[in-house]
């Protein structure tokens, strides 16, 4: 996982500027949304700094976006922003349907076991395309990645700051699953 600087307070990443596409200034963006309208329906987009970012066109290249930003004209401005993390406002988003979570709201919760103990806190949020998958760092051992599932978190308490794993064989330890007796005979 790419490491970005430090999410700005009440801000929300939404996309990454990639590389400069062409010679006018255009630029790759990699939107962190299921929605392409999200790189329009918010206004500006800023960076860390807080410089504004006006996306004018845009059209669908692969798993990117090209576009073209109203304050880049070249492609040695459009070079200078090669992996700068983009941000929206958090009051512009809109509020989550009950059982939707923003991954910015799930990463920093604490883990709870089904027992109700404390085993860690949530250090962020992947999808690698099968789904969402926590990735929890717990208080003792190395960090692990947990799918995002109702089966494997039934429970999901934003207010109350908190998510609890279910008690599921394998789940938290690989020992839990007994290998299974092999069929085939050795001569």
Do not use: W
């Amino acid at each position: 996982m790419r490491n970005f600087p430090k999410t700005p307070d009440g801000m929300v990443l939404i996309a990454e500027i990639g590389a400069a596409s062409g010679v006018k200034g255009e630029v790759r963006i990699k939107l962190h949304s299921d929605d392409p309208a999200a790189l329009t329906a918010y206004g500006a987009l800023q960076d860390a700094a807080g410089r504004s970012f006006t996306v004018t066109k845009s059209r669908p290249v692969k798993t990117v976006f090209v576009c073209v930003l109203d304050e880049v004209r070249d492609r040695s401005s459009a070079e200078a922003l090669t992996n700068t993390p983009l941000y929206i406002s958090r009051d512009k988003l809109p509020a989550p349907d009950p059982d939707e979570f923003y991954h910015i709201d799930l990463a920093g919760l604490d883990v709870q076991l089904a027992d109700g103990s404390l085993f860690g806190k949530i250090l962020a949020v992947h999808d690698f395309g099968a789904g969402d998958i926590l990735e929890i760092t717990p208080y003792e051992g190395d960090s692990m990645m947990i799918p995002f599932s109702l089966a494997a978190v039934p429970v999901v308490d934003i207010a109350g700051g908190f998510v609890q794993l279910a008690d599921l064989p394998g789940l938290l330890d690989d020992d839990a699953v007994e290998d299974e007796p092999s069929d085939t005979e050795v001569d």
